[in-house]
Each structure stands twice: as C-alpha cells, then as structure tokens.
C-alpha cells in the first residue's frame, strides 16, 4: 500500500515532543505524494503543520485503532514502533493500572510503589495449570510456565531477571519463587523458599545501599537455582552472586550510603554486648559519612539489624560466628579512621602506636598491633638478588588501606553467601532446576566509571542470549506452521562483545597495563585510541583525552578512565594478608586461607545433571603480590560461566521497569520509561517481530472478525481455511504482506490495521445505509402522525359546538323546572308553619291536666308505704322479746342435766374394774423392763468376771515388768549420764510438741479468722447477688416494656450471628478434621517409605486405630478390665502400699447393694422352696390338679429368678472388676496417710465381700439343684393325676337309685375343695406378707446398728471431718436410691419388653396355628403342621441380628469392605453393607461382648480408609462409602436407645435397639470418617470439573449466532498444543452422572445437596476468578454467552430438585458479574445502577472488570477512567475484604443431619454374590 492510502483524513500519528516523547495528532487533510508536510491537528485542537522535506524527516508513526489500544501483548499491535509501545504500556499502567505486559516472550514489569492484591495465595492457583497466554500477565505465569516446560521437557529452566535499580526486581524474583514453593511444594519438612526469603535480610544489609536513585539497591549479582526431585518437589537451593560493589566499602558519592550493615551495627551500638566494638554513631567513622546524612527516612536501622541478626539464628550461623562478623565489620570502620601521618612531602608514612582506632582494629580481629602498624606503611619487593622493604607514599598507604578494607569485606561477604548455601543443601539427588537470575540492568550516568562498564557488559551477554533465542523461537514458530523461512535482519551484538573481550580488547589492554609497573589510566585510554580507533563500537570524545565512548546495543556510553587501573588490580598486599592468616580467631583466619584450603561455596553443583557449574567467585591464589587474577579477569570468567549455565536451560525473561524517579504511586514518566525500554532490549524485540511476521490469527478468528467483508458466496462454503485465503488474496494484493500457515495466518506490521480499516469502512457505509432508511421511516411516521392529529383535532372542536348547544337547551329546560318547584316549596313551608303552632298549644294545655292527676296519686301511695313500714317494726319488737326468754330457759335446763351426768361419771372412775383396764398396758411394760433388768444384770456379771480376769492378768504382768524393771536398773546403774541426757532429750521433745501446740492454736485461730472473713465476703457477695437479681428484674422488665417488632428483630439478628457462629465452628472443626486426614495420610506416606528404604517388616499402626483405642478404653459401658482374681488384686495393692490406695465409694456401694439383693433373693428363694415341699407332703391326691398350674408357675418365675440371678452375678462380677481396676489406678495417686484407716476399712470390706459372693455361688448351685428335684416331684404328681380318677370312684360306673344324692354330695365336696382351696391361698399370702415385713424389720435394724456405729465413729473425730462424714453419708444414702430407682425402671422396662415380645409371638403362634387348620388336608394335619411350624420358628426367631467367629472377621470386611465393587450390590438395598454390619454389631452387642464390638467397628473403620486410600480417585467408590458410612451412624443412633433418636421408630425397630453397649464415641469416630469421605469426594468431583469449568462456562458458544469475539492479536504463547475445550452440555452431563451415582446409591438428599452447593461455588469461584484475570472475555457478548450458561446451570438445578440446596446462591457473584458487562457505563446513574447491583462483588472486583472490559469493535466506547473513579467513590463505605480473587478451595462445613431408615433389620436379605455363608442369622 502507498503513503497516500495510508496517511488520509482522520488518520492519527505520533509526533515527536520535547516532554512527552511522543504526542498523538489527527490527519486533517489528505497527504499526496510531494507535499513538503503534514496538516495535522493536536489533542488539545490546536493546528500543527508537520514537516517532512527536512533531512532526516520521515513520515511521522501511524497509531493503532483504539481497538488494540491496552494490549495484553505489545507484539499483537499492528503498527509496532517505539510510540505505539510506550502509549500501550501507559495505557495499560494508568487508566487500567495494570503493572505487566507481555513483549513476545518478555514480561514486562513496572513497579507501582504501591502494595498491590495480586500475589496471595489464590492468584498463586489461578494461574497453576494455566497456559501463558489465557490469562493477564503475571509474573506467576512467567513461573508457571517454567515450571510446566520443566516437568514436560525435563529441561532445566531459568528466569531472567533485569532492571534499573528501584525497578522490582527482587521483588519479582521473590514471588517466583513463592510461587514454586507453593506449586512444587517442599518435599520434606524444611520449607527451602522459606529459608530462602529468611537469607534476604542478610544479603540485603550485607549488599544492599542507599543510592540516589533506590534507597535499597542491589550492589550485586545473584543468581538463586531451586532445585527439584524426580516428582517436582523443591528439595535445595543455591545461591551464586556477582561483582559486588566493593569500591562503595571506602567511597560514597553525595547523598549515598555504605552497605546497611554498617548503620545498623553503628545504630546497635549501645547493647550490651556490642561495648567491646568500640562503636559509636555512624557519623563518626569516615567509611560511613562521605556521602552526608547517614539516615533514610522511614527506616530503623536498630530494628532491621535485629531482624538481620534473627536472619542468621534462622540459618544456623551459631552465635559465636555471628559476633565475629560484627567484629569484622566493625574492625573495618575502625581501618577507615585510621590517622596516617606524612612525612618528607608524603613520601614516608606512619601511623601512631596509641592510636586508638589501630589497636581497636588489631584487637578485633586477633592481629599483631606492631606488626599491623608496620605493614600498613611499608611494602616488601623482592628483586632476584634481594628481598628488601620500601616506605610507602601517603597516597599508596591510602590506597593500600582501602585495598584492605574491600577485600576483608569481600571475603566476609563470601563466607556468608557459603553459609548460606550450606542452609539451602540438600542430600537428595537433584533431577531438574530452575534458576532465578536476579541482575542489575544497563546502567548510564554522568559519570561512568569501572563498575557501570562490567555491568554494561554483562548486559551486552545477556541480550546476545535473548536476541538468539528470540530469533530461534520466531524460526520454530515459522517452521511449524509451513512458512518459507527468510533471512530476519536483527542487530547482533557480537562486535561489542568483540570489542570487550577478545584479544586486545579492552578488558585485555586493561590487563596489560596493570601488569606494567608504571601504568596509569591515560596510558591505558591512549592505547585504546591506537588500537580500536576504527571500531564502530568504540569512539573518542572530543573534549577529552582519558575518556571512551562504547555504543552499546541501548545507548552509547561515555566512560573515564580514571580509576580503573586500580580498580581492576584491587591491590592486596600479601604481608597484610598473612598478617590476617594469623588472627587468633580462627574465622578470621579461615577468611584469607588459600583456594585448597576453602570449602567451595557451590559444592552442591555438582550435583546437577547435564552442565557442571563451577564456583562463581574464584578464591584468590597467592601468586604474586597482587595477590590474585584482576577484577576484569574474574568477571569474565563468572559472566562466561553464568552463559554457559544459561544457555544449558530454557530462559525465561522478565524486564522491570521504573516509571518515575520520585517513587510515586502510579505515576508514569515517559522519558524515563523509554529509556529502560530501550536499555533492556524490550525495543529490539519488538524490532524482531516486526520485521517478519508480528500480526498471526487463527483461521477461525480471522473469520469470526472479518466475516463482514465476505460475500455471500464464499460465505455459503463450509471450508473456512479457503474462505480466508480467498477474501485476503482479493482484498490485499501483494502476497509477500501475508502467509497461510496451517492453523495460523501471518501478517506483516500494519496489515491487520488495513484490515481494521477496511471493515470499519464497511460498517460505516452499512451505518449510512441503515441511517438513511431509518431517517426516511421516520419522516413518513411523521407525516401519517401530523395528518392523524390534523383530524382529530377537526373532529374534536365539532364535537365541542355540538355540546355546547345542547347544554344551552338543556340549562333553559331546567331553569322552568327550577321555578315551578321553588314556587311550590314556598308555599308548603307557610302551611307547614301554621299547622305546627297548632299542634304545640294543644299538647302543652293537655300535659298540664295530666300532671295534676299524677301527683296526686303519688301522695297517696306514699302514704301507704310509711304506714307499711311502722306496723312491721313493731312487731318484729314483740318477737325478740319472746325469743330471749325461751333461750334462758333452755340454757337453766341443760346446765341441771349436765350436772346429774358429771356425778355419775365420778362414781364410776373410783370403781376397781376401771384400774385394772388400765394397768394393762403397764403390768406388760414392768415386765419387759424386768427382763432387761435381768440380761443387762447377766451381762453386767459377764463383764466383772472378764475384768477379774483381766486385773489378775494385768496385776501378774505389772509383777513381772517390775522384775524387769529391777534387773534392768542393777545392770544400768553405770549408765546415769545417759539417762540424763535421755530426760534432757525428752524434755526437748515436750517443749516442741508445746510449741507445736501453741503453733497449731495460733493457725486455728488464723483458720477462724480467715474463715469469719469468708463468711463476711459470702454475704456480701449474697448482698451483691441479690442487688443483681433486683437490676436483673427491673431489666427484664423494661425489656418486656420494648416493643414486639423491636424484640422480634433483635432475636432474628441473634439466631442469625448464632447461626454465623455455628458455622464458622463446625467450620473450624471439619478444617482440623481435614488437617487431621492430610497428616493422617502424609504418616502414612512417610511409613510407606520408610518400610520401602529399610525393608524390614515392622509393627505399624494406624494413628485414628490408636485415637479408636484410646476412645474405647475410656469408655465404662463397653470396656472391662481384667486384672486377675481378687486374692492377687489384693496383694498387688498391698505390695504398692497402703497409704497410695484410693478408694471408688461409688462402686464399692453399688457392690454392696447387689450382695444384699442377692442375699434377699436367696433368702426368698429358700423360703418359696421350703413351701413347696410342704405343700407337696400334706396336699392329698385330689388336690394335685388343681396345684399343677400354680406349681408350673411358680417353677417358671423359680426359673427366671435363677436367671436374674446369673445376670446379676456377672454384673456383680464386671463391677468388682472395675472397682479392682480403680484402685490399681489409683493406688500411686495418692500419698497421704489420711487414707489409711479408709483404706483398711476397704480391703477387709472387699475381702469380707469376695468371701460371701463365693458362698452365694455355691448357694445359687444348690437351688438349682433343688428346683430341679422340684420339676421331677411335678412328673410324679402328673402321674398320680393320670391314676387317681380311677382309683377315687371305684363304683362310679355302678348305677345307684340315689343319683340325687351322690350329685349333691360331689356338689359339696367341690365346694368344700374350693373354699379350703382359697384358705390356702389366703394363708400363703398372709404368711408372704409377714415374712416380707420381717424382712423390712431385719434390714431396718441393720441400717440402725450401721447408722449407730457411724456415729460412734463420728463422735471420735473432729468437727471438721465429722461435717466430711456427714456429707459423705449423705451422698452415699442419695446414690444408693438413685441406684435403686434405676434399677426399679430398667426392670420395669425390660419387663415390659418382655411381655410385648411374649404377646407378639403368641399372637404369631395362634395365626400360624389357624392359617395351617384351614389350608392342611385332614390326613396330612399332623405332619404337614410340625413342618410348616419349623419353617416358621426360622423366620419367627430371625431378629436382625448376624453372628460370625472371630477368626471369619478379617474374611467379613476383606468380603464386604475391601474387595466389595459397588456394582455388586447395586441391585439390593442401598447401603447394605451398612445394614449388614450393623446386624454383626447388634449381635455382639447382644451376647455382651465388647471386645468382639470394638474388634469389628475398629476393622471396619481401618477398612474404609483402605479403600479410600486405594481408590483415591474414583468418584462412585467414594460415593458408596459415604453412602454407607452415614448409613451406619445413622444405624448407630437409631438404636441406641436414646429417645431423640427413636421418636420416627416402629414397635419392630425399638425391639433392635442395643442393650448393652453406649456406642457415642464410635459415632463420633464414624462422624470424622464421614467428613474425610465427604471431602474427598468434594476433590474427586473438583478434580474432574475443575478443567471443563473456563471452558464450558466462559469460553463455550451455547447462543448460536452469539460469537464470542476475541480481540485482535490475541495469541498463546505457551509451547502446550492440543489443549482440550469442553462444551456446558458435556458439564452438565457431568453433573448428571455426578447425581444418579449419588442417588442410586442411597446417599442422603441433604448430603447430595452439600455436594452439589460445593460443586457450583467451585464453578462460581473458578469462573469469575478466570473471568478477572482475562482481558479477552470482558465484554459484552461474553457477558451475555456467561448468563445464558448460569441460567442452563439454574435449570439443571431446577430439574433435579436441589434449588433449596444454597447452590443457585452460590452462583450470584457470577451472575452479577456477567450483568455488569451488559450494562451502560457512562453516566452517574449508571454508576448508581452498578452500585446497587453488585452487592455480592466486592469494590476490587467491580473495578477489576471494569478496567478489564473490552470493547469487540470500535463502535462500542471504552470505560472512562472518570467513571471508574466515581465507582471507587460511591463504593468508598464498603468494608470488602482486600482481596480480589475467591478462594476456590474453600469448603462449606457439611452437616449430617439424622436420617432415620424406615426398613427393618429382619427383613433384610443378604444375597449369595457377597459370600457371607459364614454368617448365621439369629
């Protein structure tokens, strides 16, 4: 295309500025070939003639269409220069704030000084897995695919990172390798990127200074390889740096520090133990203050050196080292103020012995002082001859001093980066790396001197490196896609580099003339001019003689020569450095021993495989005086060895750029920006691409964006490839500015702009088109609407005159009727008048006649009621009087008759017979006293005959101690001192125990005083309480004063933040369970492991076996112990000791209680049995029949006694266990001899009990006996039954006359045998009765003599304890009832269990029994009735329980666990396996064996997680056991017993609760196994929707004829071919997959909706986190593709009936996500409608996609930065959380909720394919 096509009307250019660099201006006229310039007009609409005659003048740069503007990657600009580049990246940096770009394979990185939310964890796992190209650029996608290339390609891999100083590049370099760290993971315990980020404070204070650009800048190199196992684990680091900026020890320019270290220790000064340093300020020293203010602001040095000395803790640096490098440094700064005085005009130099500074210097590092001082002015040359010692000039002393202090520095600085790497090693073979290249970038200043040209030098490398890997890359991409290969033009740099470093280059002449004795710099720049004059590279400066000017690949420098002759020899003179061997520190020493004798800082490098990298720091070699190779040398060797490591790995590269020099916040500064731009070499790439093919389309895109220029022919063809190639070859006509490659077309720079254009053309020209039919539509709806108007208005106002005549008729009509009525009205209101006045005087003349008659009558009635009232009141008067009088008469009457009674009843009291009824009572009471007289007297003469007995006793005893006494006192007269000394002693003694004494009283009294206190204290306390109750009450009072509606929204906030709480808890709890799982299962890895490296079997256990072990053991119900017989419990006690015994008061009462029971029982027993064979000798023969039944009776209750009798024994016998148990746990717990008699009183009690519980036994022995002999007397009577109607009436077939008779007689016999039938009766129970009461009256007396003994031994002891054995009596009589109430309701209960279990099983017999009379034949009844009864009492005494041998329990969960498929059950019942164990479980439980339950329940679960283990990944086989684990907790709860649980249970299923066991803690267990299924089958689900969800949800076209179109240039970087896509229905298929395994497995509905709600805030979270992190898919088509697929989403939740689940709510983020780019984003009410729309993203979110979004053409406008910012104001009151992305691992709590089953247990059939035959039901 010519110039003419391209440079038309409204065509924008760049234009150089002097400020901006580069300014954009429109084309206002057309350019034509010839013109001599540009009529443009500028953004400020001011009018500039550009010129373009000029020499040198081009045609200004053409600007990209405002579609490409903000490019994720500058290369996909169709024009490609330097001002379309600086306008994308400003773009990008400030209205979108957007801090990465990709240039090719370059990431390009500007600092925001700002702490941005783009680096927490969740960013970290958006973009793992990722390719480069779908997302935002990021420097965790340069990492991801470092990583991806090294896991694919087994490739080791590096990351170049490079940049001005104060450009990022730490920073970078840090978070690459956070990100490794995160996605590789750390493949043992010690975390490397961890130790890695901890050597950052130490390299930083060690290497980093303030400088006038960057107030921690990098005075160094470092290149950082991570290094990875076989499984891409991180296992090691190490660390090699480079050309440390040694000069920066000894100078500082203006405004610049030394290194941190220096200031921090200065700052650190005054700890105590830094006081031998002899440091003060940091002002002070010279080394420090060159460059004037020692301070940064808003840095603490004092609190960064603690950090730095934290550091060195954390790498193992001991403390010893530690202070010997603070000795080190601070010995340095003691060097720099050494005072060198001159002499002879500074041709001779000393240093004073008292100087201060010298001895602190020589006292630091161990040196000699004399030595020391000697050598730092003299210098030693040896000639062939002699070896003779010269006086230094003050210049060389100077120098030599510096030398010195930069080479201790060096040499520290080694030794601490070898330390380091020592932290960083690792044992573990290495199999792969990445390395992280953190590298200063191309450096100009005003003065440029050593150290910017080996740094300028380096950069010249590294770009050689990146121009040929460039170009390679570009080549294969060519290659790959079938395009001719031509020849690109691109700068090489290989002179420059020539010009460095080949034979007599520079840095060789630089080497030559150090070696020369007299060399100077001059001499050295003047060779430069002879030899390389003619270079292109290299040039002379004009006004200069000892400078030189490289051109550089980014700019030319111009460096003085001064300086680097020195700098290159970095002079160390060897009797200084032997002085320092010497230290006698031997640290010291080490730093300056020779190369053989050092340890090589990157001994782990030969390690890694394919390259063998060498030290990067050659030690020096003592070969001559200068003590080692030149500085020049050494650097080149270590930038050659850096190449060779480089080019052995993929690189990888990141260029940080610094937008302003003020570090401001967002701020961009174009002048500086194109100057890094174009010293990092981003410029050249962009160069590169566009001189072949930058612009390259997939054939598909190319369509979908240009279809618009197709005609309908070549639309009509299917093959989309030909269609592009024939609309390219018609539309541009030179074949050299595009290519077809086989799934790309390429295009030169500027095409796809031409193309842009041409289709805006089209578009305009269809606008035009669309424009003029729409104006011409509206005018013609014009027309018709004036016309329609036109006629209404002519009807309406004929309409109006119309109406107007008829009101005028229609008013005169009325106004006659208006006249005729009022006329009418006046003339009846006057007749009206005259008519009531009329009627007025007539009613008033006769009420007035009328009330005169009324009055009347009411004088006369009146009159009447007073004479009524008179006449009763006088004789109410006569009545009383007579009523008084008959009352004094009867009372005169009833006194005389009182009288007369009382004389009688005197008389009679002095008769005998009276006395004796009375004396009755007393004579029984005399005689009862009488013969306690006579016992106590027999006793009392007991008790004198045994105290005779024992005076005689004690009167011979005292006879014979007295003999004793006198023999003893004749042997032991010699000895009277020491019997004085004995009374001494005892005296001694006396007067402790008084001071004991009055010590104990005084404590006492203290203890009263104290206790006064208390009780003062309890009553205020009780004072304070009861105020509280009174406000507590006038509270709730005003509280029910408030308002309903204000109570109500108070109880609904509280129920919604308890609700809040509850889930955060369970929260909480299923994270720690999780943890708990994670570590569960990383043992287990390691155990793995372990037995593979050992190879020797060893004992493992499962860490939740144990926790299950340690569960069960605590658990009372189901858990007993078994420590041996009593008799050896006993002795194991006694042999512990006595006073450490404890006593279990509780068991031992409970024990008690059961011995006393059992006695009762015994004792009834006996008795019943005695009556029974009584009965059975005097019943005669006709009586048996009638006392078979009772007898029968009463040997079943004789039977179920014996019963209850064995079941209590074993009780009996598990709690004397469990009380043996107590008292061997306790026995070391207690070491107090309060415990003493207790303990005594125990052991007799437990001995006395073990004895009478062996008797009872043998008892319990001899009644069954008895009643066994009791069963065998009932045959005999049955027998005798079968005889005796035959023996009886012998005559009876004989026929008599008296019938009559004889039946009267049998008449009375019968009734004579029931009455004495029913005496009987009466007498046994009248007896039971009498010997139940004695019994009671027995055991009252018992309690009575207990409870007097008790307070006899309570009268004993003191008050305090007798309060103790008060309480304590009173706590055991309250067990011992609450004991026997429990005992009477399980008893009750079990009774009743008993009798409904008989009755059902009646009922069933009688059922069987009638079914079988109605359906047998007559003949076959019998046979044919025992059969079907036997089939039946199968099916009758199957109760849903499943036995098994211990031995067949590994083949039971090997048969129903482990090699159990779930399609093998899939025909049965859901969750039968569940079922099935719970039955094995019921069985155990029944038959009390609780090892057997915890055996099976403890296997079942170690089997589960066998599974799990084993089929970690299969979503149907995590679904099954979920399935049944749930099933069985819901088992477990549904027959436990506990009410809460049975409340939906029939009658059949309370009948197969447990009975023994309390099985809590297993639920609890099984509970935690759920939750770990639970969540691994949340990550099966998530591992297989996770790479369909971007796919499918974002990227999918579900709306036929909605393309989603991706911005021009928009390409994939990433090497990964193939990449699968997936559509919404293969999703949703995997949803419904997902479902029916679910259901048909039997999963409860609430779980399956948990599941389900997990799964889509997945999919929300996954989506929208994509969403924010993709330019290409913010717009508006995606907005509407994203809500027609949510919607699909709502209905597949609709169809399965889970809207209730929370899954659609989940979904709102991403719904409000795609609303916001659908709707307007203009005005402030748009703002507003955003505002309020979007609750459920957070502001970050909000701006995020609205920085994102994307216009598809230029039709559409761009989001303004002004409207974003009123987004942010309007959003200021929000309180969202900082971070931008969601965290697409988080995981609801789950909730089992108790889902009772409806199915009963014997009703279950267990089918053959699971070969359980072992299995017996029950």
């Not at 006229?29 to 081009?58: A, C, M, N, R």
């Not at 612009?695 to 895109?701: A, G, L, M, N, Q």
Request: neutral net charge.
């Amino acid at each position: 295309m010519s110039a003419a096509q391209l440079y038309t009307k409204y065509t924008r250019v760049w234009i150089p500025d002097p400020d901006e660099v580069w300014r954009s201006a429109e084309i206002i006229k057309d350019y034509k070939e010839g013109d001599k310039s540009l009529q443009l007009k500028l953004e400020d609409e001011t009018l500039y003639e550009y010129p373009i005659d000029l020499p040198g003048s081009e045609l200004p740069f053409l600007r990209n269409p405002d579609i490409l503007v903000g490019q994720n990657d500058l290369t996909a600009l169709s024009y490609l220069h330097e001002p379309a580049v600086l306008h994308n990246l400003k773009v990008r940096f400030l209205e979108s704030n957007h801090i990465y770009t990709y240039c090719g394979i370059v990431l390009v990185a500007i600092n925001p000084y700002e702490q941005l939310p783009i680096y927490e964890q969740d960013v970290i796992y958006a973009y793992s897995g990722q390719n480069m190209g779908d997302m935002d650029p990021h420097i965790f996608a340069v990492a991801e695919e470092a990583y991806k290339q090294m896991a694919r390609d087994e490739k080791n891999q590096s990351i170049i990172v490079s940049g001005e100083s104060g450009a990022g590049k730490t920073v970078s370099a840090k978070y690459a390798m956070r990100f490794f760290a995160t996605v590789g993971g750390s493949a043992s315990e010690t975390n490397i990127e961890t130790k890695v980020l901890a050597s950052s404070p130490i390299m930083e204070a060690i290497g980093n200074a303030k400088t006038t650009r960057n107030d921690n800048s990098s005075r160094f190199g470092k290149y950082i390889q991570i290094g990875f196992d076989k499984r891409y684990h991180i296992i090691g680091a190490n660390m090699r740096t480079y050309l440390l900026e040694k000069s920066r020890v000894v100078f500082q320019a203006e405004d610049e520090r030394n290194y941190h270290i220096f200031y921090q220790l200065c700052a650190s000064s005054s700890l105590p133990e830094f006081k031998d340093l002899g440091l003060t300020c940091a002002e002070d020293f010279f080394y420090t203050s060159q460059g004037g203010d020692t301070s940064i602001d808003g840095v603490d040095d004092a609190d960064d050196f603690e950090k730095t000395r934290h550091a060195f803790t954390l790498l193992g640096v001991k403390e010893s080292h530690q202070m010997t490098i603070f000795r080190i440094i601070a010995a340095i700064l003691h060097l720099g103020n050494l005072k060198i005085q001159g002499e002879r005009d500074g041709e001779v130099c000393s240093i004073s012995s008292e100087d201060e500074h010298l001895s602190s210097f020589c006292s630091l590092l161990g040196v000699e002082h004399s030595q020391m001082q000697h050598w730092l002015c003299h210098r030693k040359l040896v000639t062939t001859a002699e070896t003779y010692v010269k006086s230094m000039s003050l210049h060389q002393v100077v120098n030599a001093r510096n030398a010195l202090a930069k080479h201790i520095y060096a040499q520290l600085f080694n030794w601490i980066v070898q330390h380091i790497n020592k932290a960083l090693h690792t044992t573990v073979k290495q199999h792969s790396f990445i390395g992280v290249l953190d590298i200063y970038g191309f450096e100009t200043f005003e003065v440029n001197s050593f150290e910017q040209f080996c740094i300028n030098y380096a950069n010249e490398k590294l770009q050689q490196q990146f121009n040929s890997h460039v170009f390679k890359l570009e080549q294969e991409e060519y290659m790959k896609e079938g395009i001719p290969w031509t020849l690109i033009d691109f700068y090489d740099n290989q002179p420059c580099i020539d010009l460095i470093e080949a034979k007599l280059g520079i840095l060789d002449l630089l080497d030559e003339e150090c070696k020369v004795p007299k060399g100077t710099d001059q001499n050295w720049a003047q060779k430069l001019y002879d030899r390389h004059a003619a270079s292109q590279h290299f040039q002379k400066p004009r006004m200069s003689n000892t400078s030189f000017i490289v051109l550089h690949f980014a700019d030319k420098v111009e460096y003085q020569s001064e300086g680097f002759l020195e700098k290159n020899r970095d002079t160390v003179y060897e009797e200084q450095i032997n002085i320092l061997k010497a230290s006698q520190y031997q640290m010291v020493a080490d730093l300056f021993q020779e190369e053989k004798d050092a340890v090589p800082a990157t001994a782990v490098a030969k390690r890694m495989p394919r390259i063998n990298v060498r030290s990067a720091k050659p030690a020096f070699k003592a070969a001559n005086k200068e003590h080692r190779k030149t500085v020049g040398h050494q650097f080149r060797n270590s930038l050659q060895l850096l190449m060779e490591t480089l080019n052995a790995t993929t690189p990888h590269y990141v260029r940080c750029i610094k937008p302003n020099d003020e570090k401001l916040p967002f701020k961009f500064d174009p002048k500086r920006a194109v100057q890094q731009l174009r010293a990092c070499g981003v410029l050249e790439t962009i160069r590169i691409s566009a001189a072949g093919f930058p612009s390259r389309w997939s054939y598909p895109d190319f369509f979908n964006r240009y279809r618009v220029l197709m005609n309908k022919r070549d639309l009509s063809k299917n093959d989309k490839k030909q269609i592009c190639q024939t609309l390219l070859e018609d539309l541009i006509k030179d074949p050299d500015k595009f290519q077809f490659g086989r799934t790309k077309i390429f295009f030169r720079a500027g095409q796809v702009a031409y193309l842009e254009k041409l289709r805006a053309d089209k578009f305009r020209a269809a606008t035009i088109m669309i424009q003029k039919t729409v104006r011409g539509w509206l005018q013609r709806a014009r027309y018709q609407r004036l016309r329609r108007a036109t006629l209404a208005l002519q009807r309406y106002a004929r309409g109006h005159l119309a109406r107007r005549l008829f009101q005028h008729l229609r008013r005169t009509r009325a106004a006659i009727i208006l006249q005729k009525q009022y006329r009418m009205l006046r003339m009846r209101r006057a007749f009206l008048r005259v008519c009531s006045a009329t009627l007025t005087i007539q009613a008033f003349a006769r009420g007035m006649f009328v009330r005169r008659i009324y009055h009347q009558m009411l004088m006369e009635h009146k009159a009447t009621i007073l004479q009524k009232y008179a006449r009763g009141w006088l004789a109410r008067v006569r009545f009383r009087r007579a009523q008084a009088a008959a009352v004094v008469l009867q009372c005169h009457w009833r006194r005389l008759r009182a009288r007369r009674q009382l004389q009688a009843l005197r008389i009679e009291a002095r008769s005998a017979q009276h006395l004796k009824k009375l004396n009755i009572g007393m004579e029984n009471k005399v005689v009862q006293l009488q013969r306690k007289v006579d016992e106590q007297n027999k006793e009392n003469k007991l008790l004198n005959e045994q105290l005779s007995m024992l005076t005689s006793a004690h009167s011979s005893e005292v006879e014979k101690l007295k003999k004793e006494l006198q023999q003893y006192q004749q042997t032991q007269q010699g000895d009277g001192k020491q019997l004085l000394s004995l009374q001494e002693e005892t005296e001694r003694l006396r007067m402790e125990l008084e001071r004991a004494h009055g010590e104990r009283e005084v404590l006492e009294d203290s203890h009263g005083k104290e206790r006064d206190l208390l009780r003062k204290r309890i009553c205020d306390l009780e004072e304070e309480n009861a105020l509280l109750k009174q406000e507590k009450e006038e509270l709730n009072s005003r509280i029910l004063c408030q308002s309903e509606d204000e109570f109500a929204r108070n109880t609904v906030e509280e129920n919604m933040q308890m609700k809040k709480e509850l889930e955060e808890e369970r929260s909480r709890y299923q994270n720690l369970v999780k943890e708990y799982a994670s570590l569960e299962q990383r043992y287990d890895n390691l155990r793995d492991e372990m037995t593979i490296f050992k190879q020797t079997p060893g004992h493992r256990r499962n860490p939740s076996n144990q926790s299950s072990l340690e569960s069960d053991s605590n658990n009372p119900s189901i858990c007993t112990s078994e420590i041996g017989d009593t008799e050896d419990v006993i002795q194991q006690v006694e042999e512990i000791g006595m006073e450490k015994a404890a006593m279990d008061m509780t068991l031992f009462l409970k024990l008690q209680k059961r011995v006393r029971e059992l006695e009762l029982e015994r004792k009834k027993l006996q008795a019943q049995l005695e009556k029974k064979e009584q009965e059975s000798k005097k019943s005669q023969v006709n009586e048996i029949k009638t006392e078979v039944t009772s007898e029968h009776e009463d040997f079943a209750y004789n039977s179920l006694k014996r019963q209850e009798l064995e079941s209590e024994n074993k009780k009996l016998k598990n709690e004397l266990n469990e009380l043996r148990k107590a008292i061997a746990d306790h026995a070391t717990q207690n070491n107090s001899n309060d415990v003493q008699d207790g303990y005594n009183l125990l052991l007799n009690q437990l001995k006395s009990a073990n004895e009478e519980l062996e008797v009872r036994k043998e008892e319990v022995l001899i009644l069954r006996s008895q009643i066994m002999k009791a069963a065998q007397q009932k045959e005999t009577g049955k027998n005798m039954e079968s005889i005796s109607p035959n023996a009886s009436w012998p005559n009876s077939d004989r026929h008599v006359d008296q019938e009559d008779a004889i039946e009267a007689y049998q008449g009375m016999c019968e009734t004579n045998r029931l009455l004495e039938a029913q005496l009987q009766d009466q007498r046994r129970e009248h007896e039971e009765e009498m010997e139940a009461l004695k019994n009671q009256v027995d055991l009252m007396q018992e309690e009575l003599e207990k409870q007097q003994q008790a307070f006899l031994q309570t009268l004993q002891l003191s008050p305090e304890v007798q309060v103790e054995f008060g309480l304590q009596q009173e706590i055991t009589r309250l067990t011992n009832e609450n004991l026997d109430l429990k005992e009477l309701l399980e008893k009750l209960e079990k009774n009743e269990k008993k009798l409904k279990k008989q009755l059902k099983i009646y009922m069933k017999k009688v059922q069987d029994f009638e079914a079988s009379q109605t359906t047998v034949p007559v003949e076959r009844r019998p046979h044919e009735r025992n059969m079907q009864v036997a089939v039946q009492r199968k099916e009758k005494d199957f109760q849903g329980m499943l036995e098994y041998y211990k031995e067949d329990e590994p083949l039971l969960i090997r048969n129903l666990i482990t090699d159990l498929k779930p399609q093998a059950v899939s025909a049965t019942v859901p969750c039968l396996p569940a079922y099935i164990l719970y039955m094995c479980i019921r069985h155990a439980d029944y038959i009390n064996d609780d090892q057997k339950v915890h055996s099976l329940l403890t296997s079942t679960i170690n089997g589960v997680k066998k599974v799990l283990k084993k089929h970690q990944d299969d979503f149907e086989m995590t679904s099954f056991w979920l399935a049944n684990t749930c099933r069985l907790l819901h088992c477990l709860k549904q027959y436990s017993g506990e009410e809460g649980f049975m409340t939906q249970n029939t009658a059949k299923q309370n009948e197969h609760c447990l009975k023994n066991f309390d099985l809590t803690e297993y639920r609890q267990v099984l509970g935690h196994l759920s939750i770990q299924i639970y969540q691994q089958l949340i990550n099966i689900a998530e591992g297989i929707l996770q790479p369909m969800i971007v796919s499918a949800v974002l990227e999918n076209e579900s709306i036929q004829g909605l393309s989603i179109v991706k911005p021009v240039g928009y390409r994939k970087y990433s090497s990964n071919a193939g990449d699968s896509s997936y559509s919404l229905d293969e999703m949703i298929r995997q949803l419904n997959t997902f479902h029916s395994i679910m259901c048909d497995q039997g999963l409860d509905p609430e779980i399956i909706q948990q599941v389900f709600k997990q799964l889509f805030y997945m999919i929300n979270a996954i989506a929208l986190n994509n969403l924010l992190l993709r330019k290409d898919v913010c717009s508006w088509s995606t907005g509407m593709q994203l809500r027609f697929n949510i919607s699909q989403l709502e209905e597949w939740l609709h169809g399965k009936n889970l809207q209730q689940s929370g899954a659609a709510q989940t979904l709102e983020p991403l719904i409000q996500a795609a609303q916001l780019l659908q709707l307007k984003k203009k005005t402030s009410e748009d703002a507003e409608a955003i505002c309020s729309l979007c609750t459920s993203l957070t502001t970050q979110q909000i701006v995020k996609i609205l920085n994102l979004y994307t216009p598809v053409n230029e039709f559409e406008e761009r989001v303004t930065v002004a409207f974003i910012r009123n987004i942010q104001k309007q959003l200021q009151e929000r309180n969202d959380p900082p971070q931008l992305l969601l965290d697409f691992k988080h995981m609801f709590p789950v909730l089992f909720p108790f889902n009772p089953s409806a199915i009963t247990m014997d009703s279950i059939h267990l089918p053959a394919s699971l070969n359980l035959d072992f299995l017996n039901k029950v």
